[in-house]
Each structure stands twice: as C-alpha cells, then as structure tokens.
C-alpha cells in the first residue's frame, strides 16, 4: 500500500510540479520513433518564442474551448462517440489539455487504462500548470512530421524560419497536419491540407476576434 501510495499518487503529483517549470526532455512517442529511425529533431522554446498566430491556430483547430473548460470538453467527446458509431473513420474528442498529458506522460496507442491515466494526468496538469503551461508544453513536444517534434523544430523544418516568425497562413498549415503529421505536409500540402488549412485560418480569425485564446497570450 505505501509503494502504490508512493509511485501510483506522490509520483505522479512531483513529476507534474517539476515540469511546470523544467521542460519534459523526452516522450515515450519520441523513444519509439527513434527505435522506428526517424531521428529526432527538437528545440525547446518558451511560449513568448512562439508566434501567437499558432496557438490560435491549434486551438481553432483542435480544441475551440480550450481556455474556457478545466481539462475536458464533454459536448465534443459526445460528438466525437455519435460520429464514431455511425463512421469508420475515428474522430477524437480530446482537448490540448489531454493530449498534453498523453504525450508528456503517458505511451501511445488505446486502453482503457491508459484513458484513466491520461484524465488523471489531465487533472493534474489543469491544477499545477495552468493553462499558458499547457499550451507551452504541448507546442513544444507534439509531433510535427518524422522525427520533427514541437513548434521550432517544425517552423525550421517546413519554412525555414523560427517559431517567432510564422504567419497566419504558416500557422494554419501546421495545425492542419497535427491529426496525421506522418502522412501530411505542411510545407508542401495536397489539396486536403489546403482546404483544412484555410478553413482554420478563418477559425483562427474568429478565436482571436472572440478572446478564444487570451488565457494563453
């Protein structure tokens, strides 16, 4: 009981305070892909680092709500279970906060352990980080392509420029990618990225009309 007590709740709670403020150095998705032979190309940069035109983008994209729930979304994990059981193409309904807690802490793949964890981690994130931690890290450790993790990495590796100097459009490409980052090109996107990028630009417009990201910026 004391060792479940000590790894199973006590080293969760120090793991996450000590990522509040030293940056995770690596994920178990970034171990595999290196056992696969994609390398690994990364580059942490604080938030300020980042064009806001990104974090915009992503939580257009991936998680309108972001800055208004604590964690989870339930109407979009509603959604995502209806489309879900009419379709066979698999919709996710996990905000950034549970992806960040999936990719920070957690393997990849679906169990139902691993849900339980990743909304324990989620839990933990949302009190001890806060939201600009959050969107910092998680900016910093998602999968951009091959071996291509986090915003600088993917700015470098798609346009040639920092993270600090990605426009609107740039922006809306890499956040089109982020549900198939192995398969699709930001810098040299297909008709579908395209399209998706574009309606994202335009959701992005709406998120910061609307203050949808102001808990970040």
């Not at 595999?32 to 994609?38: C, D, H, M, N, Y």
């Not at 352990?113 to 969107?135: D, H, N, P, S």
Request: charged fraction near 20%; include cysteine.
């Amino acid at each position: 009981m004391l060792l479940f007590v000590i790894f199973g709740l006590v080293g969760p709670v120090l793991t996450v305070a000590v990522y509040r403020v030293v940056p995770p150095p690596i994920t178990w998705l970034m171990v595999q892909r290196l056992f696969e032979g994609q390398g690994f190309h990364r580059k942490w940069v604080p938030l300020n680092a980042i064009s806001p035109t990104l974090s915009r983008s992503v939580i257009a994209a991936e998680d309108a709500k972001f800055c208004e729930h604590h964690g989870f979304d339930f109407s979009a994990m509603e959604k995502a279970m209806a489309h879900n059981e009419r379709s066979k193409r698999i919709r996710g309904g996990s905000t950034i906060s549970q992806q960040t807690a999936k990719n920070v802490f957690l393997w990849p793949g679906r169990s139902y352990v691993r849900k339980g964890l990743e909304a324990y981690f989620t839990v933990l994130i949302e009190t001890l980080w806060g939201k600009q931690r959050i969107m910092e890290v998680y900016l910093n450790s998602v999968e951009w392509g091959p071996g291509v993790y986090g915003a600088e990495a993917a700015a470098q590796k798609n346009f040639g420029i920092g993270a600090d100097h990605l426009t609107s459009a740039q922006a809306a490409r890499l956040a089109a990618i982020l549900p198939s980052p192995l398969k699709w090109r930001a810098a040299a996107p297909g008709p579908y990225v395209q399209r998706r990028s574009g309606r994202i630009t335009k959701a992005a417009g709406v998120v910061r009309r609307d203050g949808g990201a102001e808990c970040v910026m």
